[in-house]
């Protein structure tokens, strides 16, 4: 445990919501309907998303990403470096919403492009705002902030969804298209993080498999493939002994994210499950 960067972080949650890119939860199907096999070698790979997928967490970041956070350490750059992709568009951005997607990064998809990722979600339903509440508050606050989003997911992120893959096929019409998902953040028993309960962590979780069959649902309806990465990471979320996402950490934004572990050996294994 890093119980000195834990105590820092948690000091400094309440400013989360200003400066930390969310996370988004996870969902647990695979799309039997996504059409078209992937020959990784000739892919022409775009990557879109939020902080899960730039990297945000890994601590190593492309000088010219800017507050996007791209990195060399993210799933994304790994998967197109393992795969020898003909071409791959790092579209990315930490903090995104669906919003972002449809108004900044559909510009790099085009009929030619083959496959697609993207992970979205968390942010629009106020992730940011759970993992503030849930640190720095009481169990009641915590509980209150996994409702409120969830409410959300149910109400409001459909349509959101649709929208956004909508447009990812049309502006892709000849890809195969994988909604990466989000891991639970959580590990059980002792912690470090102060007044992290297991409450809390338990409550976080359980509100991460409601917004799953949310997401799930959609990418299927969509005819989008799902890759989920949940049991790849598996006793090494925040407070386990062998950690793949960071806890409360300075700066803040790289709080609740996966670090370099989790890319590598929890989603790029994941990713590679659904392209082959």
Not at 47 to 75: H, I, N, Q, V, W
Not at 146 to 156: L, Q
Not at 248 to 268: C, R
């Amino acid at each position: 445990m890093r119980h000195a960067r834990y105590l820092i972080g948690a000091v400094t949650a309440c400013t989360v919501a200003s400066s930390m890119a969310a996370p988004a939860f996870a969902a647990d199907s695979l799309s039997a309907k996504n059409s078209g096999s992937t020959n990784s070698a000739a892919e022409n790979y775009v990557a879109l998303g939020d902080s899960y997928a730039s990297g945000t967490g890994t601590r190593d970041y492309f000088e010219d990403s800017g507050d996007c956070l791209r990195s060399p350490k993210a799933y994304p750059q790994l998967w197109a470096d393992e795969h020898g992709a003909a071409a791959f568009e790092f579209a990315a951005c930490s903090g995104a919403v669906t919003d972002d997607v449809n108004a900044d990064q559909l510009g790099s998809l085009s009929a030619d492009t083959t496959l697609v990722t993207i992970s979205i979600g968390g942010n629009d339903i106020g992730f940011v705002d759970v993992v503030t509440r849930c640190v720095a508050g009481t169990d009641e606050a915590c509980d209150s902030a996994v409702s409120d989003a969830t409410a959300k997911a149910h109400d409001e992120l459909p349509a959101k969804l649709d929208t956004t893959y909508a447009n990812i096929r049309e502006a892709a019409p000849n890809a195969k298209v994988v909604v990466v998902g989000y891991p639970r953040l959580n590990e059980m028993g002792d912690c470090g993080v102060p007044f992290y309960t297991e409450n809390k962590r338990q409550r976080i979780n359980e509100g991460a498999d409601e917004l799953a069959s949310v997401i799930s649902d959609r990418a299927s309806a969509a005819g989008f493939s799902f890759a989920d990465p949940r049991e790849a990471f598996a006793g090494h979320g925040v407070c386990s002994s062998d950690e793949w996402i960071n806890g409360p950490s300075t700066p803040i934004q790289e709080s609740f994210h996966p670090d370099v572990d989790g890319h590598a050996n929890a989603y790029l294994p994941t990713l590679d499950s659904v392209t082959g």
